[in-house]
């Protein structure tokens, strides 16, 4: 599980945003389906390299959005309805959606375009968005 969750020390995005971030994506695609389990928190901040602290943050906040659950001594996993009320859940993303994000992550590819890069342009336009709705 870990070989899919990556973080770059140098972004501007704080490591433990980077892991809540690339965890939700995963679990709204379906990689990670409900009632699967992560590693521990020590053992992804040794895969990664960096304070288990900053994983522990990361899971809190992913529990707190209701896409992960503790299990005192079980471990964490994936909740049984992630976000609650189909927020996030494998098949709430039309199929339309996933297909523009596949054109999008192939053409900045082709362009030889960073991933962070990517993520920045989608902010960035997302916030356009949020100023101009408003």
Do not use: C, N, W
């Not at 390299?49 to 503790?70: D, H, N, Q």
């Not at 079980?74 to 189909?86: E, N, Y």
């Not at 199929?95 to 993520?119: F, H, I, P």
Request: charge should be neutral.
């Amino acid at each position: 599980m870990s070989a899919g969750i990556t973080v770059d020390l140098r972004s501007a995005t704080p490591p433990y945003e980077q892991i809540r971030s690339q965890i939700s994506s995963l679990v709204a695609v379906g990689a990670l389906p409900p009632e699967s389990r992560l590693p521990t928190v020590r053992s992804l901040a040794a895969d990664l390299g960096i304070a288990a602290g900053t994983v522990a943050r990361a899971y809190k906040e992913l529990e707190a959005a209701g896409i992960v659950e503790s299990r005192r001594r079980g471990g964490t996993f994936i909740a049984s309805v992630p976000g609650g009320a189909g927020h996030g859940s494998p098949g709430a993303i039309p199929s339309e959606v996933t297909a523009a994000v596949e054109r999008y992550v192939e053409a900045g590819r082709k362009a030889g375009l960073s991933d962070g890069l990517l993520l920045d342009l989608v902010r960035a336009r997302l916030g356009t968005e949020r100023t101009d709705e408003h």
